[in-house]
């Protein structure tokens, strides 16, 4: 069974600040992982994907992946109220297309 | 990124009744998804379908639960049959973004609730 694992939440941050979003993995052979966001009621959107170990950075976004560690973590500088919303974590099973997604973090950022 | 057009958006159905739902590509992918999200929970994947072959269910889907078709590379419908109100759930389909571009995009969703 390939799982993904993240904290519920919900993960309450100030406006201004930093969010730091973690997500775990079983499958080591795991290539590809997407950090996506869901708005209540909404599909889910993706904001960025990895492929590599470190660092990838877009906008105020910054994915970090460590495949040794099997985790992958999304942080949010400058955190807005809109960005408000569950943000889902999800890895792609080694050897085929399919993702397996996490269960999500609530992220609430108080204005 | 290709587009995704989703529908219906929203249904509610009868118990024991069918809904077919359509997911229409703005560009040819070779494989669709579709996922099931109840409520308050994450996205399970139901099945992967190919164009020209059956679609590919996974554990705990079965076909004759959520017929799949996929009759070219812009379209697939994903069936819910016989419904009961444990399948009252967001119906998703998703395509794979492209090796120039990544990722996976979602259509809109179809919120069932079944009555």
């Known amino acids: 069974q390939k799982e993904v694992e993240q904290n519920s939440g919900p993960l309450s941050v100030p406006e201004g600040a930093i969010a730091s979003l973690n997500c775990t993995y079983s499958d080591r052979g795991s290539q590809s992982f997407f950090w996506y966001r869901q708005y209540s009621g909404k599909s889910p959107e993706l904001i960025m994907f990895?492929?590599?170990?470190g660092d990838k950075e877009d906008g105020r976004f910054t994915a970090q992946l460590n495949k040794a560690s099997q985790y992958v973590s999304l942080l949010i500088r400058d955190s807005q109220p809109s960005d408000s919303a569950t943000y889902l974590c999800?890895?792609?099973?080694?050897?085929?297309?399919?993702?397996?997604f996490g269960a999500g973090t609530i992220l609430r950022v108080k204005s | 990124s290709a587009v995704i057009s989703q529908k219906p958006s929203r249904d509610i159905c009868q118990r024991g009744t069918s809904l077919t739902i359509q997911c229409q590509v703005d560009s040819q992918v070779t494989m669709m998804f579709w996922y099931r999200q109840q409520p308050g929970q994450s996205l399970t994947l139901i099945a992967t379908a190919n164009q020209g072959s059956e679609a590919t269910y996974e554990s705990g889907f079965v076909i004759d639960k959520f017929p799949i078709s996929r009759p070219n590379l812009t379209f697939s419908t994903l069936t819910v049959s016989n419904m009961s109100p444990e399948d009252s759930s967001i119906y998703l389909c998703s395509v794979e973004g492209g090796l120039t571009w990544g990722g996976y995009t979602f259509g809109s969703g179809t919120r069932l609730t079944v009555v």
């Open positions: 999800a890895v792609s099973i080694t050897g085929g297309n399919k993702l397996v």
């Open positions: 990895i492929y590599s170990n």
